[in-house]
């Protein structure tokens, strides 16, 4: 059509990376000492084990000479990126454990064509070192930083031109730059990807405290099914009301809790910023008191990636001790920025999620489909149809419509606090 061959007009013509190579073995990562936590003997209690194994990566130096001699090795220093910060951090700290890489050539081309790592782990997405550097060149140790602050070393491996639009066609299921995953690909990523070792230095700083897979392991009672929960927006009834049932479903076990584990990085250009989202979790944890929810902070950049975003979702969560996984309506879905139709069914992610679950280990748990009824507060759609319940709506348009205005939000929708934050942020 019309449409899709702009679409991908503009794809290509956005970076002169757009180019096709075949893939190569001469970019398949050497096996390099790393140390891992024994997670069967340090938190031996936990139901979850990290995925693709028994050990949690942990690349992170803890003396200052060891610090001092990683930094000396460096030649070239870059500041990192956003949403660079974000995954090194992840690997640094075993969150895409067991990836202690940025991806080569031939791991890359695995994960986009058969969301699978070489030795066939599943993998949702591929987790690049990009770069428009022309000069930069295998063999060379970068010092990424955050402002003078040094984060990591990576000794670079390979240099090669991504197929992009096969990326974006595999991975966002589109190679439309309407779509932000796409769009990010396209206009914000380098030219170059580059496989890399890395070394952990010292974790970004940030305005939201990102604990550790092993500091929230070390937290989650024993013996217990931890669910956890994914989202990108503030917290408001249905949300809280839908996670704190899902403790009911007969696929957790008695005694269950909730793990919020929200994504502070970067998303979409209209989201609320990862800052303000906090402050939101923040006040909302302290209203609610609920003993059986947790709440932690993700460092992470959304790509809008719907089913195999999910699955990345559910990696990271498997590491940080979570064995169960909520799946929302359209999770991690999208609209055109043109048309304004979704990218993805409002089920594909869930269905996606079931299909993959048991070479995840991590067992889906569907969300509830709630609505707020004048008569019993929230039920789910099928029962107040059933009995004719008066359902309320407010759609987001209209919420942020009545925040800007300062007309009262009904409580039903949202909380009090968060209200206050969101009206105190804007």
């Not at 993998?123 to 550097?133: A, I, M, R, S």
């Not at 970068?142 to 003078?148: F, I, M, P, R």
């Not at 589109?174 to 890399?196: D, F, N, Q, W």
């Not at 303000?276 to 959304?302: C, D, F, G, H, I």
Request: with cysteine.
């Amino acid at each position: 059509t019309m449409k899709f061959s702009l679409a991908f007009a503009l794809l290509v013509s956005s970076a002169s990376a757009f180019t096709t190579t075949a893939p190569s073995n001469s970019g398949v990562m050497t096996s390099r000492p790393i140390t891992a936590l024994n997670v069967a003997s340090e938190v031996g209690t936990l139901k979850q084990v990290p995925h693709g194994g028994d050990e949690l990566v942990n690349l992170m130096l803890t003396s200052d000479e060891d610090k001092e001699a990683a930094i000396a090795k460096a030649t070239v220093t870059l500041e990192a990126s956003p949403r660079q910060l974000c995954d090194v951090e992840l690997i640094m700290n075993g969150g895409f454990s067991p990836i202690d890489s940025f991806m080569n050539e031939e791991t890359y081309n695995n994960v986009v064509e058969k969301m699978e790592l070489l030795d066939g782990t599943i993998f949702g997405l591929p987790v690049v070192f990009d770069t428009n550097d022309e000069d930069l060149q295998p063999g060379t140790t970068v010092l990424l930083t955050q402002g003078d602050l040094p984060v990591a070393t990576v000794e670079l491996t390979d240099k090669y031109l991504p197929n992009k639009p096969l990326e974006c066609l595999k991975c966002y299921g589109t190679s439309e730059i309407e779509h932000p995953g796409s769009l990010m690909v396209a206009t914000e990523r380098g030219k170059y990807y580059m496989g890399g070792k890395v070394t952990g230095l010292n974790l970004p700083v940030r305005e939201f405290p990102c604990k550790t897979p092993q500091e929230v392991r070390a937290g989650l009672p024993a013996d217990t099914d931890v669910v956890a929960f994914q989202c990108r927006n503030p917290v408001h009834r249905a949300h809280y009301e839908l996670f704190t049932r899902a403790l009911d479903d007969p696929l957790v076990g008695e005694g269950g809790i909730v793990l919020v584990h929200p994504t502070c990085g970067p998303t979409q250009a209209d989201d609320i910023s990862g800052e303000v989202r906090y402050k939101t979790y923040e006040v909302l944890k302290e209203e609610t008191a609920n003993p059986r929810v947790q709440w932690e902070y993700l460092p992470y950049s959304m790509h809008m990636a719907g089913p195999r975003e999910a699955i990345q979702h559910m990696i990271i969560r498997k590491n940080f001790g979570c064995t169960h996984f909520i799946i929302g309506r359209d999770m991690a879905g999208s609209k055109s920025s043109v048309t304004g139709e979704d990218f993805y069914g409002a089920y594909d992610a869930q269905d996606f999620a079931k299909e993959n679950s048991e070479r995840l280990g991590v067992t889906p748990v569907p969300s509830l489909n709630l609505v707020y009824t004048e008569e019993e507060g929230y039920t789910t759609a099928d029962y107040a149809k059933e009995k004719g319940l008066n359902t309320k709506k407010l759609s987001g348009t209209k919420f942020r419509q009545m925040l800007r205005g300062g007309d009262d939000i009904p409580e039903w929708f949202a909380f009090k606090s968060v209200v206050s934050v969101l009206r105190e942020n804007m």
